[in-house]
C-alpha cells in the first residue's frame, strides 16, 4: 500500500506542476474547522511541499496568519469563521476598508456546513494519515481548477439575487450591485458562468436577463484567437470550458 501511495503522490506532484508559476509553492491551502477532535485528524497529515497548509479553529488568533504573496490561496470555510484569522483580510482601522483585488480571479473561497457534502467528507475524513493527504489534493485541485460554463440556462441562473451577509460578501470583489448574485458565488469559487459570446463583432448575451448587468464574462473571438474579457478584469484563463449543446 505504500508502493500505491508513492506512486499516487508522485502524481500529485506533477499535477500541481500545472499551476507553478516559478516558486517553491504552488498553492496557500486553509481548512477551518470548529470541532477540536476533526482538528487533530487532520494535524497528522503532511502535505506536498508545493502546497503551504494552514489548519485554523476557534483557537487561532483574529489576524495572526499571515498568507504568502502571489500564490493561488483556496479557503475552505466552516461557517465562515476563517476570513478574520487572516492578515489579508482585516478590515483597516483607519479607513475601514479592506482591500481584495489581490484576491479576485486568481483564488477560491467555500463556504460549507453540516448541509454541505463537503462537510461530511472533512469531518468525517478517512482514517488512514495517506488517505486524508490524497483527499486533501482533491480538495485543494477543486480550488484551482477554473471552470467556464456556456449555457443560456446558466446564464440566467446566474443572475438570481444570494442573501449573503457583510461578511460572506466581502470575499467577492466583483460585486457592484446592492445585492450579490448567484454569478459572484460562482466566480469565487472558480465555477464561471459566461454571459456573453462575441465572435468577430459585438458581444451577444446568452439569456436575456443578463443584458445591462453590471458584471459579465464574455467569451471573446476575434482572428481565430480566443480569450476572456470580464467585469472582474484579472480573470483571463480557465482549465475547462463547458459548453451546452444546443447553444446558438
Sequence with gaps: MEDCYYLLRKCWDAW??????????VAEFFLYLEDDSVVQQWEQISPLEQIDFHLLDHRT?????KPLADIPKII????????????FFQVDPKTGDQDFESFAGENAYCYFD???KDYS?????????NSKELLLYEIIEAGLFKVLILDERI????TTETELSKKYRSIHPYINTDKPH???????GNLLAGTHISINGDPIPLHESVSGKPYNLHLVIEEGEAYL????????????????????
Excluded at 500541481?16 to 509553492?25: I, L, T
Design 16 to 25: 500541481f506542476s500545472r499551476w507553478e508559476r516559478g516558486g517553491d509553492k
Design 61 to 65: 488568533e483574529r489576524g495572526s496568519i
Design 76 to 87: 475552505f470555510d466552516h461557517h465562515g469563521n476563517c476570513l478574520e484569522k487572516i492578515e
Design 114 to 116: 453540516k448541509n454541505s
Design 121 to 129: 467528507k472533512i469531518y468525517f475524513p478517512p482514517a488512514s494519515k
Design 155 to 158: 446564464a440566467e441562473i446566474s
Design 182 to 188: 448567484s454569478w459572484h458565488v460562482g466566480m469565487a
Design 229 to 248: 474579457r470580464s467585469s472582474a478584469s484579472s480573470l483571463l484563463d480557465v482549465d475547462m470550458v463547458i459548453l451546452h449543446r444546443t447553444l446558438q
